[in-house]
C-alpha cells in the first residue's frame, strides 16, 4: 500500500524534478520549508485516505466523495477528477516522450507511445497488474532517485550555504506557501482515485500504516530533490527533465541509469491514471474496465505531442485549485465526524 501510494505521485514531473523545480526550488530557502509542509500533509492525508476508505469498504472514488464533500458538491468533484485523471496520464506520456528525446536523442513520438503500450498491458491485467507493477518498481525507483541526489551534492562539494540557495520567486504560485499547498491537493487526485478503489481489498490497519509511511517516504524523497535542486539552480532551469542535470556530473552510467529510473516513474503513475479513470466508470472490473482503460489510453496518445513542460506547468496548477476540494474534505471530515458522535 506504501508503495502504491507513493507510485501514484511519483511520475514524470516528479521523477524528472520538473515539479520540485516549479513548485519548490524557484523559492530558494523558502522552498525547503515548502517541501516540509508538504511531507506532513502528504502523510497525514495518506492516513485518513485509507481510513475512511477502509471502514466504508469502498470500491471506487465515487463512494468515498460524498462523506467528503457533500452529495451536492461530490457530482463536481466527481466530474473534476474525470477530466483530470486523462489529463494527468497525458503529461506521463508527453513526459515519457521528453525523456526519450533528451536523453536518448530518439524521437518523441516514440517515448509516448511505448508507454501507451506498457501501460496498456499492465491494464489488460486488471487490478493485480496494477499492484504488482507498483510493489516493484516503486521501492527501487524512490531509492535510486535519493542515492543520484545525494551522490550528485558529494561529488560538487557538499550542500550549499543557506545564502547560496537559489530561487527567483517565479514558480508555480505566487507564495511558497501556497505552492506547497497546491503541489498536495494536485497530487493527492489521482492516490484518492486509485486507493479508494482498494476498500474491500486491503485490511483497515496495513491499509492505514501504508497510507501513513508512503506519504512520509513521498515526501522525504521530495526534500532530496529540492537539496540537490537548489545546488544547481540555475542551470537545472535550461532541462526539461532537470534531475538529467543533477545526474550528468556522475558520468553517462548514472546519467542513462536514471533516465530509465525516471521513465519507471512515469510508467507507474501512467497507469495509475488510467486505472482510476477505468475503475470510476467500470467499476466491477472484468472487461468493461479494460475497454475503459484502453479506449483512455488510445486517446490521450495524440494529446502526447505537446511540449511537457508546458504542461506541467499550465495543468498542474489547475489541477491543483481543483484538487483543493478533496484535501479539504480529507481533513474536515474528521471534525464532522466528531461533532455527529457528541450530537
Not at 511520475?11 to 524534478?17: D, E, L, M, N, R
Not at 530558494?28 to 502523510?43: D, H, N, P, R, Y
Amino acid at each position: 500500500m506504501s508503495a502504491l501510494y507513493a507510485g501514484t505521485v511519483i511520475g514524470a514531473g516528479f521523477a524528472s524534478g520538473q515539479e520540485i523545480l516549479q513548485f519548490f526550488i524557484v523559492y530558494g530557502e523558502q522552498g525547503l520549508w515548502g517541501v516540509v509542509i508538504a511531507t506532513m500533509l502528504f502523510a497525514l492525508l495518506g492516513f485518513l485516505l485509507m481510513s475512511f476508505t477502509t471502514a466504508l469498504g469502498c470500491s471506487s472514488y465515487a463512494e468515498l466523495l460524498p462523506l467528503l464533500t457533500g452529495r451536492k458538491l461530490a457530482r463536481l468533484v466527481d466530474w473534476l477528477n474525470l477530466a483530470m485523471l486523462p489529463g494527468g496520464l497525458t503529461v506521463m506520456l508527453a513526459g515519457s516522450g521528453a525523456l526519450f528525446n533528451e536523453q536518448f536523442g530518439l524521437p518523441t513520438e516514440l517515448g509516448a507511445l511505448l508507454a501507451a503500450v506498457i501501460t496498456a498491458l499492465v491494464i489488460l491485467g486488471g487490478l493485480e497488474g496494477v499492484l504488482l507493477a507498483n510493489m516493484v518498481l516503486v521501492p527501487v525507483k524512490v531509492c535510486i532517485i535519493a542515492l543520484v541526489c545525494l551522490l550528485a551534492v558529494i561529488h560538487n562539494g557538499g550542500w550549499p550555504a543557506p545564502g547560496d540557495l537559489g530561487g527567483t520567486m517565479s514558480g508555480s504560485a505566487r507564495h511558497w506557501l501556497w505552492s506547497s499547498i497546491l503541489y498536495v491537493s494536485y497530487n493527492m487526485v489521482v492516490p484518492v482515485a486509485v486507493m479508494s478503489s482498494l476498500g474491500r481489498s486491503v485490511d483497515q490497519k496495513p491499509g492505514i500504516l501504508g497510507g501513513l509511511t508512503g506519504g512520509i517516504a513521498l515526501g522525504a524523497t521530495a526534500i532530496l530533490v529540492t537539496l540537490a535542486g537548489l545546488f544547481f539552480y540555475p542551470r537545472i532551469t535550461h532541462y526539461q527533465v532537470p534531475l538529467l542535470c543533477i545526474a550528468g556530473g556522475l558520468g553517462e552510467g548514472w546519467r542513462h541509469g536514471l533516465g530509465i529510473l525516471i521513465w519507471m516513474a512515469i510508467i507507474t503513475t501512467a497507469i495509475a491514471d488510467a486505472h482510476g479513470f477505468a475503475s470510476r466508470l467500470a467499476p466491477g472490473g472484468g472487461w468493461p474496465y479494460r475497454l475503459v482503460g484502453l479506449t483512455t489510453i488510445v486517446l490521450a496518445l495524440p494529446l502526447a505531442r505537446l511540449d511537457f513542460n508546458r504542461l506541467v506547468q499550465i495543468l498542474y496548477p489547475l489541477f491543483g485549485y481543483a484538487g483543493l476540494l478533496i484535501v479539504a474534505g480529507l481533513l474536515i471530515t474528521p471534525l464532522k465526524l466528531k461533532r455527529m458522535l457528541k450530537d
